[in-house]
């Protein structure tokens, strides 16, 4: 019996629809919406990166008042992210998240999909309070 595959972007789809891909030494990723920020992943052979601006650093236009509120909370708000996440500062002033999940190819897209909906779930919060202090 000859197994197939079938193309999808940079995956080959199989019978049993796992997903393996394409080019092993490439990259592939993929950015998505939700509530007004963009989310970027990158699936690797060691696992998945997702990342996120959750926000702007206030410019010192704003006031001297206003951006050292804003530092004061992204510091809290730093000591106490979920294990594995990481905050920066952008060069644009962007805030961003970034973090690393394990995973193993080949994989479903249910097994690519469950950590984005896990970071999804995780981030609620930390957006809420950036909506909530005007940082978003």
Do not use: Y
């Amino acid at each position: 019996m000859v197994t197939t595959s079938i193309p999808l972007g940079p995956f080959l789809v199989q019978e049993n629809g796992h997903l393996t891909l394409r080019q092993p030494s490439s990259e592939p990723g993929f950015t998505f919406m939700w509530r007004e920020r963009r989310f970027a992943v990158r699936i690797r052979q060691s696992g998945m990166s997702l990342s996120v601006p959750i926000g702007r650093l206030p410019s010192t236009s704003a006031g001297a008042g206003r951006r050292d509120a804003t530092m004061a909370f992204l510091r809290k708000l730093g000591r106490n992210l979920p294990p594995g996440w990481r905050m920066r500062l952008l060069p644009d002033h962007r805030i961003q998240i970034d973090t690393d999940r394990p995973m193993d190819l080949p994989a479903t897209a249910s097994s690519l999909m469950a950590p984005v909906v896990g970071l999804l779930l995780r981030a609620a919060p930390v957006l809420d309070l950036m909506d909530e202090c005007g940082i978003a």
